[in-house]
């Protein structure tokens, strides 16, 4: 079973605060506890995913799409759309005088995997996947240990 919210958000330096709240609000009422730490890393990637969308997206576009979706096995997956097709690259570790760069490399620490989906004319669509650090079962229960 998949539970999946998808909402567009005005590209703005407000959106990503709002992103971080929405994406909470889903994750809780899809029974994850507020702060466990897997709501912690999903709500961090989406802040992540959404402040490179506004810092790097194309000028004119007005919006841009977030979805999250919690899956049988309790991981969670984040996508955001947009309409540029310029591929997000992760350069070399920022220093701490850096004041940018960190994003990606976030992204890269907390997820178990990301990557860049094109869509073709109309941008594209970067992912991230959390594993559940204890695998549930379609009822919401563990599987017992052997």
Excluded at 82 to 98: F, K, R, Y
Excluded at 117 to 137: D, E, I, N, S, Y
């Amino acid at each position: 079973m998949l539970r999946r919210e998808a909402f567009r958000l005005p590209r703005h330096p407000a959106s990503v605060g709002f992103a971080r709240y929405r994406v909470r609000q889903h994750l809780a009422s899809w029974g994850h506890a507020s702060n466990d730490e897997m709501t912690e890393r999903v709500v961090l990637l989406a802040s992540e995913l959404a402040a490179n969308v506004v810092r790097h997206g194309p000028i004119l576009e007005r919006e841009f799409e977030m979805a999250v979706t919690a899956r049988a096995d309790g991981s969670c997956f984040i996508a955001v759309s947009d309409e540029s097709p310029a591929q997000p690259v992760l350069h070399d570790v920022p220093t701490g005088e850096d004041e940018k760069g960190r994003g990606l490399h976030l992204v890269d620490q907390l997820a178990q995997n990301w990557g860049v989906r094109p869509r073709g004319r109309h941008g594209k669509t970067v992912w991230a996947l959390v594993r559940h650090p204890r695998p549930h079962t379609v009822a919401g229960l563990q599987k017992p240990r052997r």
